[in-house]
């Protein structure tokens, strides 16, 4: 969340800044609340002192005597009061946290302004696009024929949009992570295998509660949910703990099945793995002291982009437009990678810069000296799989319908060609 003294000492400049991502957007009611709870907030404490004070006065007095009978009557009425001014408080107190939970992060500077999602700023592209002498066919046709997901099989286990990976296809598929693990941990991160049920508190850190509760897959029961991407166990690594300054950056990968309801995907492609309701991804993250975020989010950006050049797939990096911001993002850089058949590029890695905004909610701090501070979080999909392996099929596919797997993933799978 941001910070409220900024919101208050600051109000224009974080609101120009929230208004880059949306014009609607007011502070009004956030200044209210607190306007109402500081004074609040003084009194019962005043009030709290004076309770204290009077208790230790009565202690000293006779029972028998009318002073004690006054003291006590006092008393009383004090305590009566604070309690209905304790209520307030914690009213008003709720109501401005929720409202601080709701609000999105701020927009840097460098992020194009617009509310349109198209005007993303291309930063670059890398490698040719492929020219087929035959028409390619689709990433669903090719697993049909080569037996790689049965799309039918895993509807029928779970629902649309649970593909169930089958023969050389789920070998390929956990070839991709195994290749994709390697890689990370070759730059530096620690590997980690988090929970993917993770309680209430988890997920409102990250930012995806309570605002996307309809995107969530809940077990009310347990306080659990699965989780939509593994920055959300990431994050709770450190939740309420203070970390040395001096061992920042924590550069961290994990791999995990995501779950998302996509409740929100109306008029998207959801043909064959273009959107699923659960899909397997590696998460890069780093946990970083402020002034270390500009190269930290470059180092994200270049671990979830070498493993696309290693595998020969064309892809492009786009800086996203200030509306499409995920709530929790400053800054987010998508690699998009080149899909043949669709003819177009498609995201499937978005590196974003929360600055301190999920550290607050989590409360990760850290101490340099006498100093304390937030930390600033950024995390990058290194990589999401399903659009990876749409790209691996279609752009490696031969005239007679068959696969060429890339020569770094060949030592993963055992075979060349499917």
């Known amino acids: 969340m941001i910070d409220i003294k900024k919101i208050v000492h600051a109000h ?49 007095l006779d029972r028998t005597t009318t002073d004690f009978e006054d003291a006590r009557e006092t008393s009383k009425t004090f305590w009566e009061q604070s309690r209905a001014m304790k209520e307030r408080l914690d ?39 492929p020219i087929f002498d035959f028409p390619p066919l689709d990433h669903v046709i090719l697993c049909e024929r080569l037996g790689l997901i049965d799309f039918e099989r895993g509807t029928k286990i779970a629902g649309p949009g649970f593909p169930l990976y089958t023969g050389k296809g789920a070998v390929l598929e956990w070839a991709l992570i195994n290749f994709m693990i390697d890689n990370a941990r070759k730059n530096g991160f620690e590997f980690i295998l988090p929970p993917i049920l993770n309680n209430t508190a988890s997920l409102v850190s990250t930012g995806n509660l309570p605002k996307f509760q309809d995107e969530i897959y809940s077990c009310k029961n347990d306080n659990l949910h699965l989780i939509p991407t593994a920055e959300t166990p990431i994050t709770n690594l450190y939740r309420n703990e203070i970390l040395d300054a001096e061992k920042l950056p924590m550069r961290i990968v994990a791999y995990t099945p995501c779950f998302r309801r996509e409740a929100g995907a109306a008029g998207k492609i959801t043909h064959g793995l273009m959107r699923l309701h659960q899909f397997n991804k590696l998460e890069s993250y780093s946990i970083c002291l402020p002034d270390q975020a500009k190269s930290e989010h470059e180092l994200l950006i270049n671990n979830g982009e070498q493993i696309l050049k290693d595998l020969k ?47 607050r909610r989590a409360n990760i701090r850290y101490r340099t000296g006498k100093e304390k501070g937030f930390v600033t979080t950024l995390n990058c999909s290194a990589l999401a799989t399903p659009r990876v392996m749409i790209a691996l099929l279609e752009n490696n596919q031969t005239s007679d319908g068959h696969i060429k797997i890339p020569e770094p993933l060949v030592k993963y799978t055992g075979f060349d060609v499917i």
């Open 313 to 359: 797939l064309p892809f492009r990096l786009a800086n996203l437009p200030s509306c499409d911001l995920a709530q929790q993002s400053a800054q987010t850089f998508d690699i998009e990678i080149w899909l043949p058949v669709l003819e177009q590029y498609s995201e499937v890695s978005s590196a974003s810069n929360c600055l301190d905004y999920q550290a």
């Open 12 to 60: 224009n400049e974080v609101l120009e800044r929230l208004r880059r991502r949306d014009p609607t957007i007011s502070l009004n009611d956030i200044l209210d609340l607190y306007q109402e709870k500081a004074p609040l907030q003084y009194s019962y404490e005043s009030l709290l002192r004076q309770i204290n004070s009077i208790s230790k006065g009565v202690s000293k």
């Open 91 to 129: 009213l008003v107190s709720r109501n401005l946290e929720k409202r601080l939970l709701e609000i999105p992060n701020v927009v840097l500077d460098n992020v194009p302004v617009s509310q349109n999602k198209e005007d993303k700023e291309i930063v670059h592209y890398y490698g040719d696009k």
